[in-house]
C-alpha cells in the first residue's frame, strides 16, 4: 500500500525522534542550561513506537530514521532497534546521530542491516568544537567518523552553516569527501533553537554554494536522488560529494516525502507544523489500530503544501528546539 497526501505526494519515510536528551548542547539546536527535558510517562515507550512503525508499514512507510535529541542515550536503543529492523514492510533503518556515543555499536548496527547513518559534524576545529557544543567531545566523534568510513557505513556529514561561527570549516569540511566516500551537507540555521533565529548568522544555501563555488569552479551538478532534501555536487577528484540543504529557504517541500514522530509522539507532517496528531494518546486509548489508521489517513490528506504554509498555520512562532523535533 502507498498513501498519497492531498498534493499527490507519496509518504513514505518517518523520521523517528527516540529521545528529547542530549549529551552535547549545539548553540542553535538548544540553549546551553534550563532545558526541561520530558518527564518518562510523557515520552513514547518502545513498545508504542514499535506498534506505531507497524501500523505506518502498513500505510506505505518503507524508510525509517531514528534520531532525536541523540538517539544513543536512550538506553536499549540497540534492543528496540533490533525488533525495528524486523518489522514487516520497514526496507531501511537509518540513524542520525552526533557520533559521542556511536563508536562501540557499530558492529550491532552492521549486524542488524542499519547501513546508513548521518553524523552531525560542524567543525574540525576541536576548540570551534566544543564552543558551538559546549562540549569537548571533537576527538570521539571523529573516531566515529573513522570507524564509520573502515566499516563501510553508507556515511553523510551534516553540517550547520552560520556566517562568523562556522564558515571557515565549509572549505575543511568539504575537504572530507576528497579522500573518502563521504557527502558532506551544508545546512541552512533555522530556527528551532529554544529561542528563535539568529538573524545576522543566517546563511542562505547560495552564499554557501558560492563558497564552495570560489574555491571550486570546477564544481559540478549531479543527480539527486528522489525526495532528496540536499541539492548534489561533485568536486572533480574528489571521491565523495558535497551538498546544500536549503532547510530554511524550503526550495524541496514539493517532492517532501517524509512525516515526523517526535519523543512525545506529537505527529508532524512538515518539520515547520506544530504537531497535527497526538499519537501517543491517540496509540494509548485506542486499542483498534485500524482506528488508529484511519486517524493517520486523515491528517495525511490535510498537509500543508510548503513549510511556509505550515508555519503560517501554527499557533506559535518557530522557537522551539530541534532535540524536541528531530532534525
Ligand atoms: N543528536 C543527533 C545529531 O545531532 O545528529 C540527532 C538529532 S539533531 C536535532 C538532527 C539534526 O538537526 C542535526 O544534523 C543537527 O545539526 C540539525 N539541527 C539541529 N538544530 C538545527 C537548527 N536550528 N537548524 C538547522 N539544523 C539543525
Ligand atoms: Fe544534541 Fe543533535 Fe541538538 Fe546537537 S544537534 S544539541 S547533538 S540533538
Redesign the pocket.
Known amino acids: 500500500m502507498q498513501i498519497f497526501d492531498n498534493h499527490g505526494r507519496p509518504i513514505s519515510y518517518l523520521r523517528l ?1 527516540v529521545t528529547d536528551r ?1 549529551n ?1 548542547r ?1 548553540f ?2 538548544m540553549p546551553e542550561e534550563g532545558v526541561q527535558f520530558l518527564p518518562k510517562p510523557h515520552l513514547l515507550t518502545f513498545e508504542e513506537m514499535l506498534r506505531m512503525a507497524g501500523i505506518l508499514a502498513e500505510l506505505g512507510i518503507t524508510k525509517i530514521r531514528i ?5 544513543f542515550v536512550r538506553r536499549d536503543l540497540m534492543h528496540f532497534l533490533g525488533k525495528l529492523v524486523d518489522i514487516s514492510g520497514v526496507q531501511e533503518v537509518s540513524i ?3 557520533g559521542v556515543l556511536t563508536k562501540p555499536h557499530l558492529k550491532e548496527l552492521k549486524e542488524l542491516g542499519i547501513r546508513k547513518i ?3 559534524l ?1 567543525t574540525l576545529d576541536r576548540e570551534r568544537f566544543h564552543e558551538m557544543t559546549r562540549r569537548d567531545e571533537l576527538p570521539k566523534v571523529l573516531d566515529t567518523f573513522y570507524a564509520l568510513l573502515e566499516n563501510d557505513f553508507k556515511l553523510k556529514v ?3 552553516v552560520m556566517a562568523g561561527k562556522n564558515d571557515q570549516d565549509i572549505l575543511p569540511l568539504a575537504a572530507l569527501s576528497k579522500e573518502n566516500e563521504v557527502s558532506v551537507r551544508f ?7 529554544g529561542s528563535g533565529i539568529n538573524k545576522e548568522a543566517f546563511m542562505s544555501h547560495t552564499r554557501i554554494l558560492n563558497a564552495l563555488r570560489t574555491e571550486y569552479p570546477e564544481i559540478q551538478k549531479v543527480q539527486d536522488e528522489l525526495h532528496s532534501t540536499s541539492s548534489n555536487y561533485r568536486i572533480p577528484d574528489f571521491k565523495g560529494l558535497v551538498g546544500v540543504i536549503a ?2 529557504s524550503r526550495t524541496f517541500c514539493g517532492s517532501c516525502n517524509r512525516i515526523r514522530v517526535t519523543p512525545m509522539g506529537l505527529l508532524k507532517t512538515c518539520l515547520y507544523d506544530d504537531g497535527v496528531l497526538n499519537l501517543r494518546d491517540l496509540l494509548r486509548g485506542e486499542p483498534d489500530d485500524e482506528r488508529v489508521k484511519a486517524e493517520l489517513l486523515e491528517v495525511f490528506q490535510k498537509r500543508p503544501k510548503d513549510g511556509f504554509e505550515a508555519e503560517k498555520k501554527r499557533s506559535s512562532l518557530v522557537s522551539e528546539s ?2 524536541t ?3
Not at 67 to 71: A, V
Not at 187 to 193: A, K, R, T, W
Open positions: 525522534a542530549c552535547l549545539c542553535y539546536c534520531t532525536g535529541g541523540e538517539p542520525t546521530t552526533n548521518n553524523l552531525s560542524d551534516n553540517a550547520v545546512i541552512e540555521e533555522m530556527p528551532f533553537n532547510a530554511f530541534m532535540t523535533i528531530g532534525g
